[in-house]
């Protein structure tokens, strides 16, 4: 039974890039949240997706989107990217309900230079 | 808005030492749940412990223990006989019923145990 997966691993882009970081669910969850995590931080919630729509966003800016797919997969976006968004991206995924625990994946791990 | 404080930073224990980990959080809501995750350098968190905010039952997992007191809004976790495996970020977090499972985390207790 698959775990959480996300990929790339590591990623570096330059100031300005896109950049596109993808999370596959464990097996049997339907609802996708995606978490950034600075250096000596705990993760941020960043939005969280159920049935292909966003369901609810943290304080993050529109430079971040997202998307569902109908397999439950997701991607995170972040366009005009600046220093301050390296970080670790982490992708949570769960079964709908609140008593449903968050499966966390090994995350993407961002350096923007 | 909810507000989840791990005061100590970094801990170190020497092996078989025990060590609790101290959580403390601040919401307006009287349902909720609690939660306990570890992250290893590998970057994964780790589920632990969930308890939600009608259960004042400590529990017991092995060396692993959690002591919830809603008088205090306090949720620690205490290691017995820690081990090298227990080194890791610890961290607490905090979900409100009806939040659509959006955590909020605590900034993390850096845990080493030396061996």
């Known amino acids: 039974d698959a775990g959480v997966t996300q990929s790339p691993t590591h990623l570096i882009k330059t100031r300005g890039q896109q950049v596109t970081l993808r999370c596959s669910p464990k097996s049997g969850h339907d609802t996708v949240s995606w978490y950034q995590q600075a250096l000596g931080q705990g993760p941020q919630f960043i939005f969280q997706y159920y049935e292909e729509e966003e369901r609810q966003r943290g304080n993050f800016p529109d430079r971040f989107s997202g998307h569902q797919f109908p397999n439950y997969s997701s991607e995170l976006n972040v366009n005009a990217l600046l220093l301050g968004d390296s970080a670790l991206y982490l992708c949570?995924?769960?079964?709908?309900?609140?008593?449903?625990?968050?499966?966390f994946g090994n995350g993407t791990r961002l350096t923007v230079t | 808005a909810q507000k989840v404080t791990q005061a100590q930073t970094e801990i170190s224990v020497v092996e078989k030492e025990d060590v609790t980990l101290d959580c403390v959080y601040e919401t307006r809501d009287t349902t909720y749940y609690l939660f306990w995750y570890k992250q290893p350098p590998s970057g994964e968190l780790v589920f632990l412990i969930r308890r939600n905010s009608f259960d004042e039952q400590n529990e017991i997992s092995g060396r692993y223990s959690w002591n919830f007191q809603k008088s205090t809004s306090s949720f620690n976790f205490t290691i017995t006989a820690s081990q090298v495996v227990d080194s890791a970020v610890y961290f607490c977090a905090l979900i409100i019923y009806g939040g659509y499972q959006k955590v909020t985390f605590g900034t993390g207790t850096k845990l080493q145990v030396i061996p």
């Open positions: 949570a995924s769960s079964l709908e309900g609140y008593n449903s625990p968050l499966h």
